[in-house]
């Protein structure tokens, strides 16, 4: 089987939105200044843009898991208003040790597992070592490396405190450190050029 597409997958609170704590309503839910922006340049350049979050506010019992819908309802019409749109919207509603029945499980989709990464690669044909996982956490750069995508750290949401503080600790190192979601796919075009240019 050969795989074709770029993806670009971008972890949610923190990232693409701005992390508040855990959105138990979609009048909480609020997008990054830049971030229509720089999913309409993934969008113009025919790049999946693929959304992987994981809301264990669920399996700890913060919001039913409809609520996750309602958001994402709330994500894309924000989107759309600005012209962009996501190709894909992958969530883990599970937490290992927490929560009840089908919430409660050592799941493979919970970052920094990498089932969403891989559903994505089925679903959507790409070539994950051609892809990109943005976010702004060390274990968002650590699910891109795992499947041999790179990883970009931006400094929004719990970024600035992970690059500021935590940095002697991590076990991953970003390709990139971004300002912020736009300044991440600015500097994924040009990686994707230069590849080109290689080839
Ligand atoms: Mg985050
Ligand atoms: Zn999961």
Redesign the pocket.
């Known amino acids: 089987m050969k795989y074709n597409e770029i993806g670009v997958f971008m972890d949610r609170d923190g990232t693409v939105s701005k992390e508040i704590g855990y959105v138990n309503h979609p009048a909480r839910y609020e997008l990054l200044p830049r971030t229509s922006l720089a999913i309409k340049r993934l969008n113009q350049k025919g790049i999946k843009a693929i959304l992987a979050t994981n809301q264990a506010g669920v399996a700890r019992g913060y919001f039913e898991e409809e609520m996750i819908g309602r958001v994402h309802g709330k994500l894309e019409a924000l989107l759309e208003a600005d012209g962009a749109y996501l190709d894909e919207i992958y969530y883990?509603?599970?937490h290992p040790r927490v929560g009840e029945g089908k919430f409660k499980?050592d799941?493979?989709?919970?970052k920094p597992k990498t089932?969403m990464l891989d559903q994505g690669a089925e679903e959507l044909d790409l070539d994950l070592k051609k892809s990109y996982m943005i976010g702004d956490k060390i274990s968002d750069v650590e699910v891109g490396h795992k499947v041999g995508a790179k990883g970009i750290l931006v400094l929004t949401g719990y970024g600035m405190g992970a690059y500021k503080e935590e940095r002697d600790s991590w076990q991953v190192e970003p390709d990139y450190i971004a300002e912020d979601l736009l300044d991440a796919v600015e500097w994924i075009l040009m990686d994707i050029e230069e590849s080109e240019q290689d080839a």
Do not use: P, W
């Open positions: 883990c509603h599970h499980k799941c493979n989709c919970r089932g």
